[in-house]
């Protein structure tokens, strides 16, 4: 962590807005964007603001998302480049990730509109 920080960062999950926060000295510093889909929730985008960048939050923030979903009992779906690497990287969410397939993308894409 860099000594600017005053506050451990702090990460929140938005449902209103399908995302998960990461605050540090309680300004939003990122976000990962989500929709459920049943028991699943499909990941689709992961954001640093720029002045927070190289800190380490991104990961910080999604290994806190992907405990919650854990909690919860759903699965995940990496759609996001970002999360799909981390997973990469933790296997301990190996068991609750589903992969990516052309069904979850059409939906996704109908959920955002796009």
């Given at each position: 962590?860099s000594?600017?920080?005053t506050?451990?960062?702090a990460v ?22 989500y ?6 929730r ?11 960048a ?7 923030f ?37 992969p990516?397939t ?7 894409d109908?959920?955002l509109?796009?």
């Amino acid at each position: 962590m860099s000594e600017q920080f005053t506050t451990a960062p702090a990460v929140r999950r938005v449902d209103e807005r399908h995302r998960y926060e990461i605050l540090v000295d309680d300004e939003r510093a990122g976000l990962t964007a989500y929709r459920d889909r049943d028991d699943q929730r499909v990941f689709f985008h992961t954001e640093i603001d720029d002045a927070y960048a190289g800190q380490g939050l991104a990961a910080i923030f999604v290994e806190q998302a992907l405990t919650d979903v854990l909690a919860s009992g759903m699965r995940i779906v990496p759609v996001c480049p970002y999360v799909a690497k981390f997973l990469t990287k933790h296997q301990e969410f190996a068991d609750i990730t589903d992969p990516v397939t052309p069904e979850v993308l059409t939906w996704l894409d109908a959920q955002l509109g796009r």
